[in-house]
């Protein structure tokens, strides 16, 4: 198949923004903290198609361990998770002066959690399943003051 007819196949297929995102590739990292594996999965696939850096881990205590990027980074975090959950995770980053803009994310779409999310104060909050139009709204609030994320 020639490179026109691929590129035509490709318009077709995806909407005209993705289409886009596949080309301009962005220096921020955002990094996923879901003990779900698929979920996990999926965020990076789409975040990567979006044009970003993606690290992912399935536990805070496994973040927490790890070297955060200094520089352009957020946080896509699960509220719900075995161990430390994410709110947790939040106190404990903003303890320890590693501060990163936070998303918080979850399957539950209850009082509790909605309690627990305003009281973590992130960037945004996402309930599962979420579109990629809100999940890109998110990241570009959290990351507001970058200039090469991906419109």
């Not at 289409?19 to 965020?43: G, H």
């Not at 990076?44 to 973040?63: C, Y």
């Not at 927490?64 to 520089?71: A, Q």
């Amino acid at each position: 198949m020639c490179l026109r007819a691929m590129t035509r196949t490709a318009r077709a297929i995806l909407p005209r923004y993705r289409y886009r995102q596949l080309w301009k590739k962005s220096r921020a990292t955002v990094i996923v903290v879901d003990d779900d594996a698929s979920v996990r999965r999926a965020l990076r696939t789409q975040l990567q198609i979006l044009g970003f850096n993606v690290l992912d881990f399935p536990s805070a205590e496994e973040f927490l361990v790890s070297e955060v990027p200094t520089g352009d980074a957020c946080l896509l975090l699960d509220v719900y998770m075995p161990g430390m959950n994410g709110v947790e995770l939040c106190r404990s980053l903003l303890a320890s002066g590693r501060q990163l803009p936070t998303i918080l994310i979850s399957g539950h779409d209850d009082r509790q959690t909605r309690q627990m999310m305003r009281a973590a104060n992130p960037i945004a909050s996402l309930l599962k399943p979420f579109d990629e139009k809100n999940l890109l709204r998110a990241i570009r609030k959290a990351l507001s003051n970058r200039s090469d994320t991906p419109h």
